[in-house]
């Protein structure tokens, strides 16, 4: 490939993003403008579940849809490949993968939703034990213990713990299949790892995470900053996917680290709320800030920052839950019309006036570690015999900001810097009536990014700065993101909402609290 100095300024410049969701993978051509000018999307299988909970996945099945993107992308883009700069990954967070030393997977990977946990056989030794205690936190390391899906393999599977050569997050298994090398993004180490997320890298030799975690530090892969260089497009990527040869492999980040660049969310007065099958809220900050004592900050995909996040574990999810359980109707009716399925359920939305008639729903489908606690369970209040699906659906998409709401005002309460613009970015942001409803909830203009894929632009922006196409993360942002289409509050709704807010939804859970513990302990769920 020839050095960027020897192009010449009527040559356009092309950045190539390899995106890995949970529902599909995408390959996504852009220009240095942020324009998307092609798109190869491969719909996948999310998991398949051998036990109740679990979550797993070949990682072959991974590769071979991302080739498949690939395939689909070059058929629709007409452009000389040699103008391609570079290329960048984004995956899915939390999917553990076991390799061999050719990197080929020893077990399928276990994903971010799988619901299985390890024993919790001895307490951590030494002073972290002896603070731990002190802090009352016991709870919360045996949880961060009992989810490393690391620990459920040296546990149940130690024949292929002792064969593994690497432990690899999907970004790392995929950045070693197109590169050759084991390495991977510090931005994308989410997951229960021995990641140290104050200085972004792994952690001490003797930071308690090793005694929690059946892991060694040569079995992790070596890590780089966003925009550094990981390697190289090898032969043998280059012949599964049609990426040039020799292309630049530029390191990205994770899936919500990436929509919050590519939504432009870079100054802390502005928070990217991700409406995907996890519901996020997240600032981007120079300085490590705890939202949540002890559950740290998430690695951004700007460089040495970092993404106060507030995760609503099942988001979204919840709204394909219901077009599964409920929204039969819908989908044939959609089906037949020959539109989107998501037109017919905004009517349903806004067939439901605003506080959908006293129904209030709080959506801890999947409890959390602190706030709400491993207690919490979701919860559907104020049912009358007025309500009917529609109100239900409503409900969802109100429960779901109000959580995220209350993410906002804990991470303003911690940095003390008020949020004054909201970007909304996922699968749920194309939806007008829960756009509209953010924006009444929020009490401030909810603002669509430009274009759909934003967690796909974030990676190119990463890769643009990372080749100089760009002279920084500022001018990347002001020329590759911009504001699309702006949701107003309307007063009317807005009043509503923050009486049912104040009044009710933040009394909920402190409320429910002491049943969801009494369910707890007579049931045992959840575990």
Known sequence: MPDKKDHTLSEPSYLLSIDNGTQ????????????????????????????????????????????????LLWQQADIDRSLIRGVAVTTQRGSVIHVDEQGTPLRPAILWLDQRRAEVRERIKGPWGWLF???????????????????????????????????????????????????????????????????????????????????????????????????????QASRHTGIPEGLPLIAAGADKACEVLGSGALDASTACL?????????????????????????????????????????????????????????????????????ALFDELVNAVPPGSMGLMLQPYWTPGIREPGLEAKG??????????RAHLYRAILEGLAYALRQGKERIEKRAGT????????????QSDAAMQLTADIFGLPAERPHLYETSGLGAAINCAVGLGLHADYAAAIAAMTRVGQVFEPEPAAQRTYE?????????????????????????????
């Open 418 to 429: 008020p949020i004054r613009r909201l970007r909304v970015s996922g699968g749920g942001s």
């Open 379 to 388: 919860s559907i209040i104020g049912f009358g015999d007025v309500h009917t």
């Open 24 to 71: 599909s993978v995408r390959a996504l051509l852009f220009d240095t403008a942020g324009n998307l000018l092609a798109k190869g999307k491969v719909e996948l299988d999310p998991y398949f579940s051998s036990q109740p909970g679990w979550a797993e996945q070949d990682p072959e099945y991974y590769w071979a849809s991302l080739g498949e993107a690939c395939r």
């Open 133 to 235: 205690k002190l802090a009352r936190a016991e709870e919360a390391v045996d949880h961060f213990r009992g989810q490393a899906k690391v620990n459920w393999v040296a546990q149940q599977q130690p024949e292929i713990a002792a064969r593994t050569h690497k432990v690899l997050l999907l970004s790392g298994f995929l950045t070693h299949r197109l590169c050759g090398r084991f390495v991977d993004s510090t931005s994308s180490c989410v997951a229960y790892l021995p990641f140290d997320y104050k200085r972004l890298c792994w952690a001490a030799p003797r930071d308690w995470k090793w005694q929690a975690l059946a892991v060694r530090r040569e079995q992790l892969p070596e890590l780089f900053k966003p925009g550094e260089r990981l390697g190289s497009i090898s032969a």
């Open 274 to 342: 991700s409406y995907g099958t996890t519901a996020t809220i997240n600032t981007t900050r120079s300085r490590y800030l705890e939202t949540i004592a002890l559950i740290p900050p998430y690695p951004a995909a700007l460089p040495d920052h970092f993404n106060t996040e507030v995760m609503i574990y099942r988001g979204f999810w919840m709204v394909s839950w219901f077009k599964r359980e409920f929204g039969l109707r819908e989908m044939q009716r959609a089906e037949a019309l020959g539109v989107a399925p998501e």
């Open 499 to 527: 009486q049912l807010y104040t009044q009710v939804y933040q009394r909920m859970y402190r409320q429910l609290r002491p049943l969801y513990q009494r369910i707890r302990k007579i049931t045992g769920y959840p575990a």
